[in-house]
């Protein structure tokens, strides 16, 4: 398995050359290898069916902990096959859809990348492993929603859910390591056994917000619902597939899996149902206010994820099954409208549904799917997201806390997706036929057979939902309920949800009914809707450029001395600080002292003070002649003779090297005031301060065993030298002279170069250019 | 001896940042000789000023005897002298070719790359 999942990266690279051989074909070859996956998985569905949990080990960073190992239990294996499934389906669509676009072998190439990123994540085991797919699929559907690079809006909103979603991954991968501290362990498999430690730890609180604050940018909750809609920029095949199967349910995935985990506390509990029963509301709120279908649909998308979440957080046996439920009933209906809706924005070249009308009669075929997915959106009998709605209902009636609350939510939410279902459904095929800038006819089979599949797999789990039971039961055995047996059936009686699911279908009607009016009242509130989340993003977006321009201008502004101060005083602080509170200063200075030691150190101070004070440049070069003396005479006199040899030759070099030169440049010029020359008198103090406690503090320390100890006694019988820092040099450290000697030469090219070509000839090169700047 | 060294080498530091950070090009060079002087020194007498015994083996003998100063700063500090003086034979020449050019010794008016 793993190697299916890494050979889908290969295979994805392979896409253009496959693109090559097989031409428009591609798509329906790539599609095999989904397929292929989905048909394993199949085959293991009597394991998953008799509750076991494969485990498919595999080391990847031993040393880390971090193992490759798949995980397949029922959530694992219920997304796994939604992901496979649906995006052999999307391959194949894409086929027809982008036929003749030059840009398709790079469609594939991302979309099957992104696919398995996604299998990945949803079968990882790891946290490590899980997080770097994670990742990955933020990384692939940022390229997929750029995918029309040239359109700026496109652009745009990829950058937005990228920048969303990676900021939630920061979070996330802080609250995965908490995690794995908390529970000991970077296996989900070991982590979920540990539910009752992890929930007592003092770490529980900041690690839960971490992995949700993650889970909902992903999962696009309220408040950062906005990036999913702004990603419809994305060609229709993927917007079917990010919302349908994959990339958003990652959140509600990671949600459901941590749910043994992290679930059940009040505070998990209160967050995840009030943030998602404000996101059900939020997004059917926000559905009804467009007219483009693919936003219509993403909105209830965003509706649909907060269901889940909601789910999640009242976390019953009863609400798990309506998770499991709705999760499923979602993919198929969701992901069938968005290829409809693809159908129709090819076949009618408009995407808003006030423009199209009466397709009926020329696409029967697309009407009827878009009938069938749209009953089941709308959670009508006897579709499975009637079920999945009055599941919902019943566990919604079930909570404890906030009840009143988020059943009002809930309800809102419902009776507005039913309005949503309604104009998706049948606006743009009933009524009077319309002009659309295209003359539609019924799509290629290729277009059409995923979502004609899609509906019928709808209609069929609705009919026969008692076929869905094992599957549940496997699923919520992930999530962590207890031994429950599911007996799923499309009618539960008289009761309240089937009271609510009416007054919700009444509701709906008349929104719908009335949609164009609501539509003008809606737009009076758009100033109001414009400063919400999104406008957050942007003013936090724009200041962070000015933030940026303005630490850019105070930083990078071209003054050495600028840089050198900022450099030194972050210095200063920063080893100030670690001398000052990490050690005391308490010296055990013992001063045993030559009189001619004094000398020479005296010499020193007194010929690098003169150096700076010196008019003259004579004088200031003899005073560093002094000084360098002066170190030659204290490497003598303290067991350097190869120092003091080497620091005489350079010393004397030195001298003449600048004797040479220094009388072709210029005399030294007062530049500075006597407060700028003063400032930095004071931080030369300080940081010369700092060094002289440094290194007295050093001093006054404990001193660690020699490393030298072995070169010292094994210079001579190794290295046949008696001269132990030779035979360093030339031998236990005989990579460092080497690369010594290639600074030396390179140093000896530019100076000889810089030398050998004078300005006059400089400038005789440039015959053009502009006459010398008066400098005065 | 090393207390008295750590406040020349204090001295020595100060000394060096100070002509850097002057705007003059020739202090720069200056301030840099300073600071490369300053770091060996630092570097050999924090390891342990020793006075008569230099790490050299007798003849005859395979390890010295006794104990003798630590070599290994020796050798670093060895490579960062003669490191030290590539570096300023370039800075040096680069100042004297940067002043035939531009003709400025003042560094504020050398921060634009196009002058």
């Known amino acids: ?776 | 001896m090393e207390p008295l060294m750590a406040v020349a080498i204090g001295i020595l530091f100060a000394a060096a940042i100070y002509m850097m950070l002057r705007r003059s090009i020739v202090k720069l060079v200056i301030g840099l000789m300073l600071l490369s002087n300053a770091a060996n020194l630092l570097i050999f007498s924090t390891a342990g000023m020793v006075r008569g015994a230099p790490p050299l083996v007798a003849q005859g003998l395979t390890a010295p005897e006794g104990v003798v100063a630590d070599p290994l700063p020796q050798a670093l500090v060895l490579t960062a002298i003669v490191i030290a003086f590539g570096v300023l034979s370039f800075a040096v020449v680069l100042v004297r070719r940067a002043w035939e050019i531009v003709r400025a010794d003042d560094l504020d008016r050398m921060k634009d790359t196009d002058t």
């Open chain 1, 1 to 776: 398995m793993q190697l299916a999942v890494l050979g889908g990266f290969v295979v994805a690279g392979m896409a253009p050359l496959l693109h090559h051989w097989f031409g428009a074909r591609t798509p329906l070859v790539m599609a095999l290898l989904p397929a292929a996956l989905a048909l394993w998985l199949l085959g293991q569905w009597p394991t998953i069916a008799a509750g076991e949990v494969l485990l498919l080990e595999w080391a990847w960073v031993p040393g880390l902990e971090i193992t490759l190992t798949f995980l397949i239990d029922g959530l694992a294996w219920l997304f796994a096959l939604l992901i496979t499934v649906i995006g052999a389906l999307v391959l194949v669509y894409s086929g027809d859809y982008l036929r003749g676009h030059r840009d398709l072998p790079r469609f594939l190439v991302v979309i099957t990348a992104f696919m398995m990123s996604m299998l990945g994540l949803v079968l990882a085991d790891n946290l490590v492993t899980l997080f770097v797919f994670w990742e990955l699929t933020s990384i692939t559907s940022y390229l997929l929603i750029g995918f029309n690079h040239t359109d700026l809006s496109a652009r745009k909103a990829a950058l937005q859910g990228l920048i969303v979603t990676v900021g939630g991954g920061l979070a996330l991968i802080a609250g995965f390591v908490m995690l794995a501290v908390a529970g000991d362990s970077w296996s989900l498999a070991e982590l979920t056994t540990r539910g009752e430690a992890l929930r007592a730890h003092a770490l529980y609180p900041p690690l839960l917000i971490c992995v949700l604050v993650g889970a909902f940018t992903k999962s696009a909750q309220f408040p950062f619902h906005f990036w999913l809609p702004n990603a419809m920029a994305a060609p229709t095949p993927v917007s079917a597939y990010l919302h349908s199967a994959t990339m958003v349910k990652a959140g509600v995935y990671l949600l459901a899996r941590l749910h043994p985990a992290l679930g059940g506390t009040e505070v998990w509990v209160v967050t995840l149902s009030l943030v998602g029963a404000l996101t059900m509301a939020t997004g059917a709120f926000l559905a009804i206010r467009h007219t483009n279908i693919k936003k219509l649909l993403a909105y209830s998308t965003v509706m649909a994820l907060g269901t889940l979440t909601m789910l999640l957080g009242i976390g019953t046996d009863g609400a798990l099954v309506a998770f499991v439920v709705f999760l499923l009933a979602h993919s198929l209906y969701k992901g069938a409208l968005f290829l409809v809706a693809g159908i129709l924005d090819h076949e009618t070249g408009t995407k808003d549904v006030t423009a199209m009308g009466g397709l009926r009669h020329t696409m029967p075929l697309t009407a009827a799917v878009a009938l069938v997915a749209g009953l089941s959106l709308a959670g009508l009998p006897p579709l499975l997201g009637f079920l999945g709605k009055e599941l919902m209902f019943e566990s919604v009636l079930e909570v404890d806390a906030y009840r009143p609350l988020i059943l009002l939510l809930a309800f809102v939410a419902a009776f507005l997706t039913l309005a949503v279902a309604a104009i998706v459904a049948l606006r743009p095929f009933f009524g009077a036929s319309r002009q659309t800038p295209k003359v539609p006819h019924e799509p290629p089979w290729g277009l059409l057979a995923g979502p004609a599949l899609l509906a019928t797999l709808s209609l069929l789990a609705g009919l026969v939902p008692g076929m869905l039971d094992d599957l549940v039961v496997a699923t919520m055995a992930a999530i962590g309920a207890g031994e429950a047996s599911v007996h799923l059936a499309l009618w539960h009686g008289v009761n309240l949800p089937l009271a609510l699911s009416l007054a919700s279908l009444l509701l709906g009607g008349l929104v719908f009914r009335h949609w164009d009016r609501l539509r003008g009242r809606l737009a009076r509130l758009e100033p109001i809707i414009a400063r919400g989340p999104e406008a957050g993003y942007e003013a936090l977006m724009r200041g962070l450029v000015r933030v940026a321009e303005w630490q850019t201008g105070m930083l990078q502004n071209g003054y050495i001395r600028n840089y050198l101060v900022m450099t030194l005083l972050v210095l200063l602080g920063l080893v100030g600080h670690a001398l000052f509170f990490r050690h005391s200063l308490d010296f055990a200075l013992s001063l045993d002292l030559y009189f001619h030691e004094a000398v020479a150190a005296g010499l020193m101070v007194a010929g690098a003070v003169a150096a700076c004070v010196m008019r003259s440049r004579l004088a200031a070069v003899a005073a560093l002649g002094i000084m360098g003396f002066s170190i030659a005479l204290t490497f003598v006199l303290f067991s350097a003779p190869d120092l003091a040899i080497t620091q005489l030759l350079v010393e004397t070099l030195t001298v003449i090297l600048l004797v040479l030169v220094l009388f072709r440049l210029p005399r030294f010029a007062t530049l500075s005031t006597p407060q700028e020359r003063l400032r930095d008198l004071v931080v030369a103090t300080l940081v010369g301060g700092m060094v002289t406690l440094l290194m007295l503090s050093v001093l006054g320390g404990e001193r660690l065993p020699r490393i030298s100890d072995y070169m010292v006694a094994n210079s001579q019988p190794l290295g046949h030298g008696h001269n132990i820092v030779n035979v360093i040099l030339v031998d236990f450290r005989a990579l460092d002279t080497l690369g010594e000697m290639f600074v030396l030469a390179l140093a000896a090219i530019g100076v000889y170069a810089m030398l050998r070509f004078h300005a006059g000839e400089y400038d005789a090169r440039r015959p053009a250019a502009p006459p010398e700047r008066d400098d005065g």
